[in-house]
């Protein structure tokens, strides 16, 4: 299901009893992630934008130092926690530059911070996972990067393919069938796995972790759901939102 790019929304959201989560988007539009209100319809999220045009080294160094007035301003805006979106924009200096990006954002906000790049790894932690295929909208350099980041947690990327998308307004035509061929296709090359890693935020991946884990038995993880899976997490979410695969049978560890 693709799902109707309409229901983003940005701005400040009028206080009530719902918690009101904070996003750093790449796209300069600031929109908040579909996805957001279709998993979480009962939350509210904010969204502010880094202007990220091509997912490419040089680029994410233009952006990456915005990411703390950003996360100020949202903080101003009556965000309760802080995450920045955008897989590889914290993952391509490795580690150690997302646990200080991390850091920075706590710092200048004094609320709970995160990356995607962290939720993927807190997604697959919770289920011990060493061995993972792993399909990317990247191109081969930045899809070396990943592979390195994940072994730094000591998780071996049996199979990785990328999608070769460099302009990250290329991502919007990428649709779900197309996603889901390309993983099954993948899945089936790739031998034995503990899971299978979708990585970057910007592609629609919502529909595609039931079906795979039906076909295959072991857990997806994509970018764009776990970054709000986490992100949630980082204040609690008491409701039980099962529908969206098996990463949702677990709460994230705060």
């Known amino acids: ?12 959201v009028m206080r009530n009893s719902a918690p009101v989560l ?28 880094l202007g990220l045009m091509e997912m490419v080294h040089k680029d994410y160094e233009r952006v990456i130092a915005d990411t703390t007035d950003h996360a100020m301003a949202l903080a101003a805006s009556g965000a309760d926690a802080i995450s920045l979106m955008g897989t590889s924009l914290s993952f391509f200096k490795g580690p150690e530059f997302n646990d200080k990006l991390i850091e920075k954002l706590k710092s200048a906000t004094g609320l ?5 790049s962290q939720a993927i790894i807190d997604g697959l932690s919770r289920f011990s996972a060493k061995k993972v295929a792993v399909l990317s909208a990247y191109e081969t350099d930045v ?12 998780i071996r990327t049996t199979s990785i393919a990328g999608l070769n998308i460099r302009n990250i307004a290329d991502l919007r035509n990428i649709s779900g069938e197309y996603l889901l061929a390309r993983s099954q296709e993948l899945l089936r090359q790739s031998g034995e796995c503990d899971a299978f890693l979708i990585s ?3 592609l629609q991946t919502i529909d595609l ?4 884990e039906q076909d295959t038995g072991i857990p997806v993880i994509s970018s764009a759901v776990a970054g709000l899976w986490s ?3 980082l204040i609690g979410d008491p409701k039980q939102r099962k529908s969206f695969g098996m990463l949702f049978d677990h709460a994230p560890a705060r």
Do not use: W
């Open 200 to 202: 970057c935020g910007g």
């Open 209 to 212: 972790a039931p079906i795979l």
């Open 22 to 49: 904070g996003l750093i988007v790449p796209p300069r539009a600031g929109q908040v992630p579909p996805e957001a209100k279709h998993i979480y319809p009962d939350m509210n999220f904010i969204a502010r934008g």
């Open 1 to 12: 299901m693709e799902i109707p790019q309409e229901t983003a929304y940005t701005g400040v």
């Open 143 to 154: 899809n070396m990067r990943l592979r390195e980041y994940l072994s730094a947690y000591g």
């Open 112 to 116: 709970p911070a995160t990356t995607m």
């Open 231 to 233: 992100t949630v997490g």
